[in-house]
T-cell receptor, first 113, second 116 residues
């Protein structure tokens, strides 16, 4: 079956522009996570959706970052007024919930010039 | 609160020799523990997971890890390294946060280098 997909695979933008990153999780997975991976670093948790519960936004680094999950499926991560330090690979993962295994997408590489 | 420490940022081995990637964790509850592998320019793939069943966990590609509660460790091992094992490895701990959400914490990663 289809895995987690993310689009675009690469995004180059200018400082100050807004960007939207999309994640299509595995069908039926109730949990969805967004992470950021900077060069040579581990994964930094950003936000977590679980079913219809309020998302856990505790990892968002600033109010320029926001995410939505429509209909319990597709999720969009939005970064407003991008800065050069936002350059990273943004990874999405979905799971069957709780402490189960996460299935990762291939990521979106964001470059802010 | 939970945390995970990968004790080595880089591990270098020769092909055919054993691999040991070390991971220590802290958790307020009974945690779930995972190892993921990330090959260059690829997504993360689950190697194995511990979720309170057998303490010795076998994963894919000949890897295994042993959960040792007394040592708060979950080291990853493989008897004989292959060139294809060269990658970044992440140890992950996940327990139940206040409010009921499960937010995994990733280690900073260990880069495994395999020499011919």
């Amino acid at each position: 079956g289809a895995g987690v997909s993310q689009s675009p695979s690469n995004k180059v933008t200018e400082k100050g522009k807004d960007v939207e990153l999309r994640c299509d999780p595995i069908s039926g997975h109730t949990a969805l996570y967004w992470y950021r991976q900077s060069l040579g670093q581990g994964l930094e948790f950003l936000i977590y959706f679980q079913g219809n519960s309020a998302p856990d936004k505790s990892g968002l680094p600033s109010d320029r970052f926001s995410a939505e999950r429509t209909g319990g499926s597709v999720s969009t991560l939005t970064i407003q007024r991008t800065q050069q330090e936002d350059s990273a690979v943004y990874l999405c993962a979905s799971g069957a919930g709780r402490s189960n295994e996460q299935f990762f997408g291939p990521g979106t590489r964001l470059t802010v010039l | 609160a939970q945390s995970v420490t990968q004790l080595d940022s880089h591990v270098s081995v020769s092909e055919g020799t054993p691999v040991l990637l070390r991971c220590n964790y802290s958790s307020s509850y009974s945690p779930s523990l995972f190892w993921y592998v990330q090959h260059p320019n690829k997504g993360l793939q689950l190697l194995l997971k511990y979720t309170s069943a057998a303490t010795l966990v076998k994963g894919i590609n000949g890897f295994e890890a042993e959960f040792k509660k007394s040592e708060t460790s979950f080291h990853l091992t493989k008897p004989s390294a292959h060139m294809s094992d060269a990658a970044e490895y992440f140890c992950v701990v996940s327990d139940r946060k206040t409010g009921g959400s499960y937010i995994p914490t990733f280690g900073r990663g260990t880069s495994l280098i395999v020499h011919p």
